[in-house]
């Protein structure tokens, strides 16, 4: 039997294996550090019990109990933490947790329990494990054909004819992230909820279109709208996402041989939409970007550049800028340049040319004019009219 400790103190989840290894040598014990890291684990492995701290950074036990329920029902759930607040307790119960331990966790009361939970296991296994293997496999096949159909690739030989007798009619729903960096754990946050509310919804699967994107397929029953649906994905998204994402989805499909268009559709449809947000990460990034570039408007200030600074896909940062500020970027470069250039035109000994490179200019004729539509008047009227009032 396989099992995972999930926990960010080494200490404690390096002990568990000890008390597990001793007592039951015959099992296989993993270790994560963090919930991606279970979440890496969980896919490679088949894991029958899962002991995961409640406290954890990125994304606590509790959440990632939840998120994975739905993707693996067979495991096991143990939460454990410091903290005894009854709330968490009740939350652990509610999601399924077969219980709550307290650290630090007597040898013989966790032994206890994994031979208890062992024993259930092994009920179970002889009764629905062939069962379960056999309706995954199905499963991940039948994914993994539709991920190539849909993005236009052939299929080979094998009978598209089962997808449209369980799906006569459907819709699509697609979300898309934006991030420079790896996404593996937003991808199975997206996959486990959007399955979910497929599930509670009507009947589907999720597959993976690419590495940032993720691609729905439900059929809703009859007068269902699929707006409420995806309204509910946003929310949920918006809490747990700490990257931009978009959602995009298509009426009512009748014909399955439409879905590499649909999909080519919502693909170009996303280079124009807005991506939402984590609220809290993006006022953070224009935050450092503002401070960027108060402290070097005299330099190179590209979009390109400042969104590099803050990590931000130029496109995203441009929208994410002017939501912020309620200015375009160029805009908003400008007016922080001119401002600065009025506070050293009443220094009499700068030359004109001075100024206009200590603000980011080079060409002394195009500062003029920038400077004259602006404020309507030229740098020298401004210099005159302000050092006489001085």
């Given amino acids: ?52 701290d409640i406290l954890m950074p ?3 036990g509790l959440e990632f109990m939840n998120m994975s329920r739905t993707r693996h029902p067979h495991v096991k759930w143990v939460v454990i933490s410091a903290y005894s607040e009854f709330s968490y307790a009740q939350e652990a119960v509610r999601l399924g947790a077969k219980d709550y331990l307290l650290k630090p966790i007597g040898k013989e009361v966790l032994g206890d ?26 499963k991940y096949l039948q994914e993994a054909v ?18 449209m007798e369980q799906h006569p009619y459907f819709h699509l729903i697609m979300v898309k992230m934006e991030s420079d960096k790896p996404v593996f754990l937003e991808n199975y946050i997206i996959e486990n909820v959007l399955q979910e509310l497929i599930e509670r919804y009507g009947k589907g699967f999720v597959t993976v279109h690419d590495n940032k994107s993720l691609l729905g397929l439900v059929t809703l029953p009859s007068g269902a709208s699929v707006n409420q649906l995806v309204d ?20 009512l499909i009748e014909q399955f041989q439409a879905v590499p ?12 939409q807005v991506y939402e947000h984590h609220a809290s990460g993006s006022d953070r990034s224009i935050e450092v970007a503002l401070q960027y570039m108060r402290t070097h408007y005299q ?25 912020k ?21 009443l220094n009499p000994k700068l030359k004109l040319a001075d100024v206009a490179e200590r603000i980011g200019y080079q060409d002394m004729r195009h500062f003029s004019q920038v400077f004259r539509k602006k404020y309507g008047v030229t740098p020298s009227d401004y210099r005159q009219e302000h050092t006489q009032m001085v």
């Avoid at 099992?3 to 015959?26: A, H, S, W, Y």
């Avoid at 629905?128 to 995954?136: F, G, Q, R, T, V």
């Avoid at 268009?261 to 124009?272: F, N």
């Fill in 1 to 52: 039997m396989d099992i995972l400790i999930v926990d960010d103190e080494t200490v404690i989840r390096e002990g568990i294996q000890r008390t597990l290894q001793n007592r039951f040598p015959e099992h296989n014990i993993h270790l994560a550090a963090n919930a991606e890291q279970a979440i890496a684990l969980l896919r490679s492995h088949r894991i029958q019990i899962v002991l995961t």
């Fill in 58 to 60: 990125g994304m606590t």
């Fill in 113 to 138: 329990m994994i031979g208890k939970l062992s024993e259930e296991i092994a009920r179970e296994t002889e009764l629905i494990e062939d069962a379960e293997l056999l309706k995954a496999n199905r």
């Fill in 146 to 163: 539709f991920q190539r159909f849909a993005q236009g690739l052939d299929t080979g030989r094998i009978d598209m004819g089962p997808f």
């Fill in 232 to 251: 509910e994905l946003r929310s949920h998204l918006v809490k747990y996402l700490k990257v931009p994402f978009q959602i995009m989805n298509t009426e």
């Fill in 261 to 272: 268009a649909e999909v080519q559709r919502m693909r170009q449809a996303s280079t124009t």
């Fill in 299 to 323: 330099a190179d200030l590209s979009l390109e550049k400042v969104a590099s600074i803050v990590y931000l896909n130029p496109v995203y940062f441009s929208q994410l800028f002017k939501q």
């Fill in 325 to 345: 500020t309620g200015q375009g970027f160029k805009e908003y470069v400008t007016h922080l340049r001119l401002e600065q250039a009025k506070q050293l035109l």
